[in-house]
């Protein structure tokens, strides 16, 4: 281990330590000699501790000692990260270079142990960056350190003048790092910046439009979903208290917060991808993170034709099904597509009607002159303020709203979302978890249930069916391939139970050579009720396309 020793005109001089007692003062036999008022023959006690780091204890004298800008009696074991400031001099304990180190030469790996037999590069760290992660975390600290005792304004800055202050704050830091983390100096710094300004390792990722789901299974592990499958990034966080920062940064701006009290949280991003985040202790190994996202490019009708979610035939019963405003349910299960779904049959909206959309974290992004976007509000640190989904159905009703698309149903707001379909708001659309749309038929009883009102299951079935028209289904297959698998119809209800009828299918067939799913749409032959209306009403419309199978993928 050696002393770094910085004085007030910024020069540098390093010390060895060898293990048992030394002193920081202005005697003659202390290993560490500084100067300045107030600093004493023997002002600071440095002790060897656990793991071969040392700690300090204050022995009185008037000037004090201050780590980290903090006056302190006793502090440690002390990091390379941290700073011990004593009359005019910054001092750090930080682990000798190896051998050989400074000249550039390759360095064994034995050699980079300490006495104690730990990685004196790594401290320890268990990423398979752990170098560079390390020196990124000691960075990283040093520069919040740094706006905090020069109380910069940082919420008043730019991003560019912040990246600007960040590197000159840590530039006199970089050389050391870089030699002893195995980086350049330009890789470190910009690794830093990103994680301490932006959203680090996410940037990249982020920036990835083959990347549809980032994993977050504490700072060290990060997975993530490309074409359906899920691999491990080759990268991750300097730490938890970088990963923690970062989040914050994520939740701030849109009114969400995540502590102790509200360890979960349901956020997005500024491209509108989707965020969950727990928090310890609901999270037993680290901070856990999850990224839904939606692409650069938002899905058209067109686009799920093409990848053979469904077929010509489909895309224009939908089509027509939004036109003449039937209500309808998209389910599936998590990751199967619903959300994009809902987003192309709400594009189909005609542009002459007002539509209202209400979601816990807005997601659905499509083009509307007469649009209104409603997001719920979580309960403030004082457990007041909240506002849910319900809360803003009935407000929405108060809105003229022609339509009501609710992003997802999953609770006690079903019931009003029925009542509002069966008064007036035909046409409204929503999700709902189902793994099919007889399961989804008994989600929905249960859900109105939870609104609290008492009603017999017999008037809830009424209700289901006066109110729901379509059922689209969704699934998302192993190779990861998203397709309606079934589009539904209600009929009515007989003897208590509510009736349905299959209008189009797909039909799954044997797997290929490379694993991925294959299988026919096709048409059952069943004519949808309002279609006969449409049609007693003078409408041309196609019957063929509830014909014989229509195709095969």
Known sequence: MQARIVDRTGQTRTVPLTSGAQWIGSGADCPIRVRGSGVGVHHVRLELCAEGRYSIVDLGCPAGTR???????????????????????????????????????????????????????????????????????????????????????????????????????????????????????????????????????????????????IMINGAGLIFVERAGRLQRADTCFSGEP?????????????????????????????????????????????????????????????????????????????????????????????????????????????????????????????????????????RNIEGRGEITIRDLVRNSLRMRPDRIVIGECRGGETLDMLQAMNTGHDGSLSTVHANSPRELLSRLEVMVLMSGVELPVSAIREQIAGSVQIIVHQARYPCGARRITRITELTGVIAGTIQTQDIFRFVAEAPDIEGRSRGRFEATGHVPQFYEELRRGGRSLDLGLFGVATGAR
Request: proline share 6%.
């Open 67 to 213: 780590v980290n800008g903090e006056r302190v009696v006793t502090a440690g074991p002390l990091g390379a990260w941290d700073v011990v400031h004593v009359g005019d001099c910054d001092i750090r304990i930080e682990p000798a270079p190896p051998a050989g180190a400074e000249r550039g030469e390759a360095v064994p790996v034995a050699a980079q142990l300490d006495s104690s037999g730990h990685d004196a590069v790594t401290l320890g760290s268990a990423c398979h960056e752990s170098a560079r992660l390390e020196a990124a975390g000691r960075l990283h600290k040093r520069l919040l350190t740094q706006f905090d005792l020069r109380r910069q304004d940082v919420a008043s800055m730019s991003d560019a003048a912040l990246r600007e202050l960040a590197t000159q704050l840590l530039q006199p830091l970089l050389p050391d790092e870089a030699a002893r983390s195995g980086s350049t100096a330009a890789e470190l710094l910009r690794f830093v910046l990103d994680e301490a300004l932006g959203l680090g390792p996410l940037e990249s990722l982020l920036a990835d439009d083959e990347v549809r789901e």
């Open 242 to 378: 970088a990963l923690r920062g970062i989040i914050e940064r994520i939740v701030t701006p849109i009114g969400r917060r995540v502590d102790d009290a509200s360890p979960m949280v349901d956020a997005r991003l500024p491209d509108g991808s989707r965020v969950n985040v727990v928090i310890p202790p609901l999270a037993v190994r680290g901070t856990a993170v999850t990224i839904r996202r939606f692409g650069r490019r938002r899905l058209t009708a067109a686009d799920l034709l093409q990848g053979g979610a469904l077929d010509a035939a489909m895309l224009e019963f939908l089509r027509i099904c939004v036109e003449q405003r039937r209500n309808i349910l998209v389910s599936g299960g998590t990751g199967s597509g619903k959300t994009t779904l809902l987003n192309v049959l709400s594009s189909l909206i005609p542009s002459g009607e007002r539509v209202v959309t209400i979601e816990d974290s807005a997601e659905l992004a499509f083009n509307h002159p007469n649009l209104v976007s409603l997001e719920t509000r979580p």
